[in-house]
């Protein structure tokens, strides 16, 4: 649309229901939503196993070149839908591709935020959990060092439950599933008061708070000097050069030779990706709130910029120095999630000066991360059951409250092995989203049209778009996606599928992915028929259906 | 790492400064205020 759009177009536009209070709320809002758990576990750990300062060349590239102009082109989307009154990916899919099956595949915008909160809303719990254990003083690893490692993997087997299924509702209520249902009541509270009023307001202060912990920590591991005299070598600087030096993957290679291997580079694009969120449907739905002249350049590079620098500024410099300083090389080297998360990081706090404290701040933020994130995975599906079926907010909240609640409770009693959680990260975190965002890019680049979009770019934009972006989003994006689906295909899918063949847990999370989805294709043939039936008489409806 | 946290913080400086230096923009009202003048109906 141009910027003299005619006043039959302007006809077309709606006001949309909801509003952003103001345009740093938002920024916060989609920042909030990209931080997670991976800027501060999964990045540090990335890094440090793929060539450490070596490895920020592709991620750079990966991040200009890939994860900000697929940003952009969410942005972009999402703003264009708003202006037609609608915030779900169906409608809005459907509305840019002017196709039935572009409404349909906007069904993963809808399941990935829904199945990805029912498991991340436990991990957020154990956050608060840890952060409790801390300041109550209940976390407790013993006094002999040499079972450290032992006691911390137990602490956390039955703060999860994972040794066993079911741990958490026999007998009487475990303390994790109390957490839990807290943690999911905050959530449905603070969605239930709306986009403006519960989402913008929490993120508006849990984003400098998080900040705020996050630089005490740092400082404090940036202070410890050399711990212990005895170990010279296990000091500050020494860890920073463990996790930034450039360094080469394998033995007797230059530094240089990590950037040849096709591996770090998809590993970059890889973090960028999931760091960014990008393909989750949030972008979508949160910038489909937007007025139709608001800027989405600025606003869209803002809230990428401070992801970034959550990550690379304060992820980056705490986690694997602190864990090379008390731990040395076999602690700092420990990459999982979990296990560089809830196993490693106790046993470094028990080490350090004022550890209780530091433990606290480090988990209540890892916590304020993971909230603001799993904020952002609700809305879509509550915009997606006002706009569709018409329903008001409370039935809307109730009925996801339902069923992202009964998927926690799966996730909850399967917790063996974390089997559950671990299958659903793999096929709808890991997978559908890099699907969601092939499909977004195809449809915003070859089915919108990448000119189009770019105009749509430049409506209030307080930035000026480079002409990069055009080439960027139509060819560059869409072959790196399908090259990582492809490659995902040839190394992942025979060992996935077949752990899905061989267990039980893993077959029955499948059927809980299959089942939701089944749902919400059947609400969407609903909701487009109430959508057509609404629009054909109105000017809106040539235009979208 | 110098480098690298340096691109990060002159971006985000960058991107925050063009954000607060417009304060129209930072403190732009998106929602529609509900003040009724009592204008449209004289």
Known sequence: MSNNASPSEHQLFKQPSENWGSRLGIILAVAGSAVGLGNFLRFPGQAAQNGGGAFMIPYFCALIFLG???CWAEWIMGRQGGRFGFNSCPAIFGLLGRNK?????GVLGLLIPIVIYMYYVLIESWCLG???SYLSGTIDLGTDASKYAENSGNFFNNFTGANM???MLKGKIHVSVIVWALVFALNFFLIYRGLSKGIEKFCTYAMPLMALCAFAVLIRVLT???PDPSKPGLNVINGLGFMWNPQAKDAGQPWYAALGNAQTWLAAAGQIFFSLSVGFGVIINYASYLKPKDDVVLSGLTASATNEFFEVCLGGLITIPAAFVFLGVAGASVTGTFDLGFKTLPIVFLHMPGGRFFGFLWFFMLFLAAITSSLSMLQPAVAFLEEGLNIGRKASVALLGLVTGLGSLFVIYFSNGLTALGTLDDWVGTLAIVILATVQVILFAWVFGVDRGYEAAKEGAELRIPRLFKFVIKYVAPLYLLVVLFMWFVNNFRDKARA??????AFLSICVILAVLVFLLI??????????????DTSRGPAIW | MLGSIGAVVSLITFCFYRVLSKPSAAEHMHAPLDIDTKDLNT
């Open chain 1, 523 to 536: 609400l969407i043939a609903i909701a487009g028929k109430r959508w057509q039936v609404e629009t054909r």
């Open chain 1, 101 to 105: 099956i572009w409404r349909y595949l």
């Open chain 1, 68 to 70: 900000i102009p697929i």
């Open chain 1, 165 to 167: 299924d079911g741990l």
């Open chain 1, 224 to 226: 410890l000097g050399t």
């Open chain 1, 500 to 505: 899905v063949q061989e267990n039980q847990v």
């Open chain 1, 130 to 132: 840890y952060a409790w």
